[in-house]
């Protein structure tokens, strides 16, 4: 079944250190991989996703197949960036999002 | 982009009685809805499928005449938990696509908290 798998529930950096935040997958063809936020008392939002390969906000995320991850990356974390992130992708119809257990991102100064 | 809203955003009901929420996409139509529940501190768990005109579509384990799901037009569907008791107590979340949008963004309403005492 596919899956992905945040293993890291909750990261807590200081501002202007690096970040990664984790997500391994398992599938079956090609993954369609996203990463969304949840900032305090918001939506959720979609942040990322692999196809377009973009940034936003400073976070980057490459879909390593060789290591199954598709990690998010930032290379100064600012306060603003604490928030619960969790990456996701279809369900086997293709329709539904299913996302991961999520990782709180604790940025303090 | 698209706007997902959902009402009540909070609700407190006795137990025993039934609470509607309602989830609407302000600026596009949507076939398919979604239904997430989510835990404090935990991530959001899909309930079910809500298909306009036709039968919703409900994950394992979840009880559909518990959570009655109506997806009468292209812009709203409604979660009805029904003979609410304290453990359906959580944060109810909708979502949609705009399936005429260019792309696979799901947007996401803000939320419906609901206590049940």
């Known amino acids: 079944a596919q899956r992905v798998t945040q293993p890291e529930k909750l990261l807590s950096v200081f501002k202007g250190a690096p970040v990664e935040l984790k997500c391994n997958y398992s599938y079956s063809g090609s993954p369609e991989l996203f990463w969304y936020v949840q900032y305090s008392r918001q939506r959720l939002q979609l942040l990322l996703r692999?196809?377009s390969r973009e940034s936003i906000k400073g976070f980057t995320a490459d879909l390593n197949k060789g290591e199954t991850s598709f990690h998010l990356k930032k290379p100064f974390a600012q306060e603003e960036d604490s928030a619960m992130y969790y990456c996701?992708?279809?369900?086997?119809?293709?329709?539904?999002?299913?996302f991961g257990k999520g990782t709180t991102l604790s940025v303090s100064s | 982009g698209a706007v997902v809203s959902q009402h009540p955003s909070r609700v407190i009901c006795k137990s025993g009685t039934s609470v509607k929420i309602e989830c609407r996409s302000l600026?596009?139509?949507?076939?398919?809805m979604f239904w997430y529940r989510q835990f404090p501190k935990q991530s959001l768990m899909l309930m079910a499928t809500?298909?306009?005109?036709?039968?919703?579509?409900?994950e394992q384990g979840v009880e559909k005449d518990k959570f009655l799901i109506n997806h009468a037009s292209l812009t709203l569907s409604t979660l009805t938990v029904t003979s609410a008791h304290p453990e359906d107590s959580s944060f109810y979340i909708c979502?949609?696509?705009?399936?005429?949008?260019?792309?696979?963004?799901?947007?996401f309403g803000q939320g419906t908290r609901l206590t049940v005492v």
């Open positions: 809500s298909n306009e005109g036709s039968k919703a579509t409900y």
């Open positions: 979502s949609a696509r705009d399936p005429w949008g260019g792309n696979t963004e799901a947007f």
């Open positions: 692999h196809i």
């Open positions: 600026d596009f139509q949507a076939t398919t």
């Open positions: 996701a992708h279809p369900d086997q119809a293709g329709t539904a999002l299913i």
